[in-house]
T-cell receptor
Framework: DGGITQSPKYLFRKEGQNVTLSCEQN?????MYWYRQDPGQGLRLIYY???????QKGDIAEGYSVSREKKESFPLTVTSAQKNPTAFYLC???????????????FGEGSRLTVL | AQKVTQAQTEISVVEKEDVTLDCVYETRDTTYYLFWYKQPPSGELVFLIRRNSFDEQNEISGRYSWNFQKSTSSFNFTITASQVVDSAVYFC????????????FGDGTTLTVKP
Protein backbone atom coordinates (compact mmCIF):
# COMPACT_ATOMS: atom_id res chain seq x y z
CA ASP A 1 0.00 0.00 0.00
CA GLY A 2 1.16 3.52 -0.71
CA GLY A 3 1.86 5.81 2.15
CA ILE A 4 4.34 7.56 4.37
CA THR A 5 6.54 5.62 6.75
CA GLN A 6 8.18 7.28 9.69
CA SER A 7 10.73 5.63 11.94
CA PRO A 8 11.37 5.15 14.72
CA LYS A 9 7.97 5.54 16.33
CA TYR A 10 9.52 6.23 19.73
CA LEU A 11 12.98 7.60 20.36
CA PHE A 12 14.85 8.56 23.49
CA ARG A 13 17.85 10.83 23.39
CA LYS A 14 20.32 12.13 25.88
CA GLU A 15 20.95 15.82 26.01
CA GLY A 16 23.67 16.89 23.62
CA GLN A 17 23.06 14.12 21.12
CA ASN A 18 21.90 14.54 17.56
CA VAL A 19 19.15 12.25 16.34
CA THR A 20 17.76 11.60 12.87
CA LEU A 21 14.12 10.80 12.14
CA SER A 22 13.37 8.93 8.95
CA CYS A 23 10.54 9.72 6.54
CA GLU A 24 9.94 7.66 3.40
CA GLN A 25 7.05 7.92 0.94
CA ASN A 26 6.05 5.77 -2.02
CA UNK A 27 3.27 8.05 -3.22
CA UNK A 28 5.40 9.75 -5.89
CA UNK A 29 4.71 13.09 -4.24
CA UNK A 30 6.96 16.04 -4.99
CA UNK A 31 6.53 18.04 -1.81
CA MET A 32 7.38 16.86 1.68
CA TYR A 33 7.07 18.55 5.04
CA TRP A 34 8.13 18.16 8.66
CA TYR A 35 5.88 19.38 11.45
CA ARG A 36 6.30 19.51 15.19
CA GLN A 37 3.34 18.99 17.52
CA ASP A 38 3.38 19.86 21.22
CA PRO A 39 0.56 18.97 23.63
CA GLY A 40 -2.48 21.17 23.16
CA GLN A 41 -0.94 22.95 20.24
CA GLY A 42 -1.36 22.85 16.53
CA LEU A 43 1.23 21.76 14.01
CA ARG A 44 4.21 24.00 13.44
CA LEU A 45 6.23 23.71 10.24
CA ILE A 46 9.93 22.95 10.64
CA TYR A 47 11.13 22.45 7.05
CA TYR A 48 9.61 21.70 3.70
CA UNK A 49 10.86 20.59 0.32
CA UNK A 50 9.04 21.05 -2.96
CA UNK A 51 11.59 19.23 -5.11
CA UNK A 52 14.65 17.02 -4.81
CA UNK A 53 17.82 18.82 -3.65
CA UNK A 54 15.86 21.84 -2.50
CA UNK A 55 14.27 22.72 0.83
CA GLN A 56 13.15 25.78 2.77
CA LYS A 57 12.93 26.71 6.40
CA GLY A 58 9.54 26.74 8.03
CA ASP A 59 8.49 28.67 11.09
CA ILE A 60 10.66 26.87 13.66
CA ALA A 61 13.76 25.62 11.79
CA GLU A 62 16.36 26.54 14.42
CA GLY A 63 18.08 23.47 15.80
CA TYR A 64 16.93 21.22 12.96
CA SER A 65 18.40 20.17 9.63
CA VAL A 66 17.09 18.21 6.64
CA SER A 67 18.21 16.77 3.33
CA ARG A 68 16.34 15.79 0.18
CA GLU A 69 18.63 13.67 -1.91
CA LYS A 70 15.88 11.40 -3.17
CA LYS A 71 12.26 12.08 -3.99
CA GLU A 72 11.13 9.36 -1.63
CA SER A 73 13.11 10.41 1.42
CA PHE A 74 13.16 13.48 3.65
CA PRO A 75 15.05 12.80 6.90
CA LEU A 76 15.02 15.27 9.77
CA THR A 77 17.96 15.69 12.15
CA VAL A 78 17.28 17.15 15.55
CA THR A 79 20.57 18.66 16.64
CA SER A 80 21.90 19.46 20.09
CA ALA A 81 21.19 23.10 19.30
CA GLN A 82 17.47 22.47 19.63
CA LYS A 83 16.78 23.58 23.20
CA ASN A 84 13.47 21.80 23.75
CA PRO A 85 13.33 18.83 21.37
CA THR A 86 10.83 16.65 23.25
CA ALA A 87 7.80 16.57 20.97
CA PHE A 88 5.78 14.59 18.44
CA TYR A 89 7.15 14.92 14.90
CA LEU A 90 5.02 14.42 11.83
CA CYS A 91 6.14 14.02 8.24
CA UNK A 92 3.76 14.79 5.38
CA UNK A 93 3.64 14.99 1.62
CA UNK A 94 1.33 16.51 -0.96
CA UNK A 95 0.32 15.24 -4.42
CA UNK A 96 1.87 16.29 -7.73
CA UNK A 97 0.60 19.57 -9.09
CA UNK A 98 -0.16 20.78 -5.62
CA UNK A 99 3.35 21.35 -4.35
CA UNK A 100 2.39 24.91 -3.61
CA UNK A 101 0.40 23.52 -0.76
CA UNK A 102 -3.07 23.68 -2.20
CA UNK A 103 -3.54 19.96 -2.04
CA UNK A 104 -4.30 17.90 0.97
CA UNK A 105 -1.47 16.63 3.09
CA UNK A 106 -0.79 12.94 3.61
CA PHE A 107 0.76 12.22 6.99
CA GLY A 108 2.88 9.51 8.51
CA GLU A 109 2.14 8.06 11.94
CA GLY A 110 4.66 10.29 13.62
CA SER A 111 7.77 9.90 15.76
CA ARG A 112 7.71 10.72 19.44
CA LEU A 113 11.06 12.03 20.66
CA THR A 114 11.86 12.25 24.35
CA VAL A 115 15.00 13.86 25.67
CA LEU A 116 16.18 12.34 28.95
CA ALA B 1 -0.14 37.04 8.15
CA GLN B 2 -2.65 34.27 8.30
CA LYS B 3 -4.21 32.75 11.34
CA VAL B 4 -6.59 29.93 12.23
CA THR B 5 -8.53 29.95 15.48
CA GLN B 6 -10.28 26.95 16.95
CA ALA B 7 -11.73 28.41 20.10
CA GLN B 8 -13.04 25.12 21.45
CA THR B 9 -10.16 23.31 23.09
CA GLU B 10 -12.18 20.32 24.24
CA ILE B 11 -15.71 19.13 23.60
CA SER B 12 -17.44 16.19 25.23
CA VAL B 13 -20.74 14.76 23.99
CA VAL B 14 -22.76 11.64 24.45
CA GLU B 15 -23.12 9.25 21.56
CA LYS B 16 -25.79 10.19 18.99
CA GLU B 17 -25.60 13.87 19.82
CA ASP B 18 -24.78 16.33 17.06
CA VAL B 19 -21.65 18.41 17.54
CA THR B 20 -20.20 21.40 15.70
CA LEU B 21 -16.52 22.27 15.68
CA ASP B 22 -15.78 25.92 14.98
CA CYS B 23 -13.00 27.31 12.82
CA VAL B 24 -12.38 31.00 12.19
CA TYR B 25 -9.58 32.16 9.91
CA GLU B 26 -7.76 35.32 8.92
CA THR B 27 -6.03 35.93 5.62
CA ARG B 28 -5.39 38.79 3.22
CA ASP B 29 -5.52 36.47 0.24
CA THR B 30 -8.49 36.35 -2.06
CA THR B 31 -7.53 32.86 -3.17
CA TYR B 32 -7.01 30.37 -0.39
CA TYR B 33 -7.81 26.82 0.66
CA LEU B 34 -9.29 25.51 3.88
CA PHE B 35 -8.89 22.01 5.24
CA TRP B 36 -10.10 19.79 8.05
CA TYR B 37 -8.01 16.91 9.40
CA LYS B 38 -8.75 14.24 12.00
CA GLN B 39 -6.06 12.95 14.36
CA PRO B 40 -7.11 9.73 16.12
CA PRO B 41 -5.14 8.41 19.12
CA SER B 42 -2.76 6.60 16.74
CA GLY B 43 -1.33 10.01 15.85
CA GLU B 44 -1.61 10.05 12.06
CA LEU B 45 -3.59 12.99 10.69
CA VAL B 46 -6.25 12.04 8.17
CA PHE B 47 -7.51 14.46 5.55
CA LEU B 48 -11.28 15.07 5.66
CA ILE B 49 -12.05 17.93 3.29
CA ARG B 50 -10.59 20.76 1.20
CA ARG B 51 -12.52 23.85 0.20
CA ASN B 52 -11.27 26.69 -2.00
CA SER B 53 -12.23 30.28 -1.34
CA PHE B 54 -14.43 30.52 -4.43
CA ASP B 55 -16.65 27.63 -3.49
CA GLU B 56 -19.02 28.49 -0.68
CA GLN B 57 -21.31 25.53 -1.19
CA ASN B 58 -21.84 23.54 1.93
CA GLU B 59 -20.84 19.92 1.71
CA ILE B 60 -22.21 16.78 3.26
CA SER B 61 -20.45 13.45 3.43
CA GLY B 62 -22.35 10.87 5.39
CA ARG B 63 -22.59 12.12 8.98
CA TYR B 64 -20.12 14.93 8.28
CA SER B 65 -21.04 18.36 6.97
CA TRP B 66 -19.15 21.59 6.51
CA ASN B 67 -20.44 25.15 6.52
CA PHE B 68 -18.17 27.67 4.78
CA GLN B 69 -19.09 31.34 5.20
CA LYS B 70 -16.70 33.92 3.77
CA SER B 71 -18.70 36.76 5.30
CA THR B 72 -17.76 35.58 8.78
CA SER B 73 -14.44 33.89 7.80
CA SER B 74 -15.64 30.63 9.23
CA PHE B 75 -15.44 27.02 8.13
CA ASN B 76 -17.35 24.97 10.68
CA PHE B 77 -17.58 21.20 10.84
CA THR B 78 -20.63 19.32 12.10
CA ILE B 79 -20.84 15.65 13.00
CA THR B 80 -24.38 14.33 13.10
CA ALA B 81 -25.29 11.46 15.39
CA SER B 82 -21.80 11.24 16.82
CA GLN B 83 -20.18 7.88 17.52
CA VAL B 84 -17.42 6.80 19.87
CA VAL B 85 -15.11 6.33 16.85
CA ASP B 86 -15.40 10.05 16.17
CA SER B 87 -13.31 10.72 19.29
CA ALA B 88 -10.16 12.44 18.06
CA VAL B 89 -8.42 15.77 17.73
CA TYR B 90 -9.69 17.77 14.78
CA PHE B 91 -7.60 20.41 13.06
CA CYS B 92 -8.63 23.19 10.74
CA UNK B 93 -5.93 24.48 8.37
CA UNK B 94 -5.49 27.34 5.92
CA UNK B 95 -3.28 27.74 2.88
CA UNK B 96 -2.97 31.12 1.14
CA UNK B 97 -0.85 32.27 -1.82
CA UNK B 98 1.10 34.84 0.18
CA UNK B 99 2.26 32.09 2.51
CA UNK B 100 3.13 29.77 -0.38
CA UNK B 101 4.27 26.34 0.64
CA UNK B 102 3.17 26.68 4.23
CA UNK B 103 -0.18 25.75 5.69
CA UNK B 104 -1.31 27.30 8.96
CA PHE B 105 -3.00 25.00 11.45
CA GLY B 106 -5.31 25.82 14.31
CA ASP B 107 -4.54 24.42 17.76
CA GLY B 108 -7.09 21.67 17.35
CA THR B 109 -10.28 20.64 19.13
CA THR B 110 -10.29 17.45 21.16
CA LEU B 111 -13.63 15.71 20.75
CA THR B 112 -14.64 12.99 23.18
CA VAL B 113 -17.76 10.99 22.41
CA LYS B 114 -18.99 8.98 25.37
CA PRO B 115 -21.09 5.84 24.97
Amino acid sequence: DGGITQSPKYLFRKEGQNVTLSCEQNLNHDAMYWYRQDPGQGLRLIYYSQIVNDFQKGDIAEGYSVSREKKESFPLTVTSAQKNPTAFYLCASSPPGTSGGTGELFFGEGSRLTVL
Amino acid sequence: AQKVTQAQTEISVVEKEDVTLDCVYETRDTTYYLFWYKQPPSGELVFLIRRNSFDEQNEISGRYSWNFQKSTSSFNFTITASQVVDSAVYFCALWGWTNAGKSTFGDGTTLTVKP
